[in-house]
């Protein structure tokens, strides 16, 4: 059964001391019910996605139930990034069990010490006393990837600008400056090989999104993104398991597999030429090249040409992430469920100046997991 | 209500007692006893996993003998830290997976020995295919953090 995204709700990005964090799921919630043109009493069935560890509460979604439209309906939480959330409204209402769905996320970064908590997500036997944190394994792999794939600072430097030059355009984002190539290439090393300025912000946030059939999204007689297609594969937990072979094949094998898995459902066949926009998981700009050879837009250690040449820039052949992406706005855990409201905004042709000329078909592609070892497509479709 | 806002600050102060289990507990005294790196060999793909586990989740069967892996090996990816994280180590150091001779699969481990403070010096060092041996601690204890890796 076809579904379409009716509905899209996000707070602005940022500092969110003003409000709880209830508070904040309200908000996103509210815009994305009043843009779907549905009631909450209306909703049949709510996901919801968060991380208690960073929430500093436990079985969080209770706490968030009312905000999100939950009251007296059935609620499910997921506890992997805010893409899962979408992926498993998406099957409920697959199914027929359900007309739609309201998928909520929400990160409040500013509440807690990310970094802590991503050294006690590890595990505690192996991993966890050495050194490790989301920062420190991006790094890793990204050393791996410069190594085969001979990537410059440059080009490391292109993507950060691309990508908060694209965030001023977007009302939502993260309050940021816009950096000069020289300030980015001369930035200190956090966790060699990423400089302070290879890394996302820390972002509060909230988004929200409402899925129905096909027969109520027709009903509504406005412009829905249709979701053509998904795929989402999980990779072996040890991240040096894979590390062997990903320095001689594709950095990212296992996202490599759920594109594969996502354009056989939707019938892609040649992804630079069909897609017209792509939202991304650009944790580091080295993520972002490694993105664009694992989703097909170009091949194996190839993905500093398409940075080189403006391929992916604003009005270039595929424009990757006009919303500013996770490198101008990064509410953690729902970081990846942003990427497909973005998506969705551009198929509807509601992204306002961030807008791609006749975006017909988009791209969301989310992580979850220390070294990106959960991996999600999206394909959606005007 | 612009700039009063209060903050109710809290803390998770859980203690937990992890079960290292069989498997884990062979491979930790044997760092502890005879300063031995010891791997999981897979009876159907035949890879030696390190670290050991009592399953290999490709084949979902269980792994079957241990393996002494060798003393050395290389350098599959490292990162040098030079920030001062919560919950982590005081900078600058050194993390690096290595994969062990005789073993499959890279482990993750602290690189010791090497000056960082000159990153540039440092990098021409530590860099990927370079060659490490394993160090233990004199007082060992049963942790992953009773060895750790130098540059030979
Ligand atoms: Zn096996």
Known sequence: MKVAIIGVGQTSYGNKKHQSIDELVFEATKKALDDSGLEREEIESVVTAGSDALDGRGISNMVIAGGSGAYLKDEVKVAD??????????????????????????????????????????EPLYLRSCGLNSITSLALQTSTYIGRADVKDEDAAKVVLKNRENGLKNPLSHPLQKPSIKEINSSRFVSYPLRESYLPPESDGACALVIASKKRAKSLKKNCAWILGLGWVIDEYYAGDLIVETRHGVSLPLLKRSSEMAYKMAGVENPISEIDVAEVSDVTPYHEMMIYEALGFCRDREGKVLIRDG????????????????????????????????GALQVMRKAGKRQVKNAKVALAQGFTGMSTQGSCVVILGS | MKDDLIFIAQRWDIEFKHAA????????????QRREILGRLCPKCKRVLLPPRSFCERCFVETSEWVKVGGEGKIQSFTIVYEKFEGLPPPPYAIA????????????????????????????????????????????????????????
Do not use: C, H
Request: glycine share 10%.
């Open chain 1, 81 to 122: 990034g805010g893409i899962y959330g979408l992926i498993l409204g998406y099957l409920r209402v697959a199914s027929g069990v359900f007309d739609n769905s309201l998928i909520v996320s929400w990160t409040k970064s500013s509440e807690v010490s990310t970094d802590l908590v991503s050294n006690l997500s590890f």
């Open chain 1, 311 to 342: 391929t992916t820039k604003m009005g270039g052949g595929l424009p990757v992430n006009p919303s500013g992406g996770i490198l101008s706005s990064n509410p953690i855990f729902t970081s990846s469920l942003v990427r497909v409201a973005e």
């Open chain 2, 21 to 32: 289990g069989e498997t884990a507990s062979t491979f930790f005294k044997a760092i502890m």
């Open chain 2, 97 to 152: 997976y290595v994969l062990l001779d005789g073993a499959s699969t890279a482990m993750v481990n602290f690189v010791k020995g090497l000056d960082l403070n000159n990153l540039d010096q440092a990098i021409k060092k530590i860099k990927i295919g370079a060659k490490v041996k394993v160090a233990f601690k004199r007082k060992r204890e049963g942790r992953i953090t009773d060895f750790w890796y130098e540059l030979v």
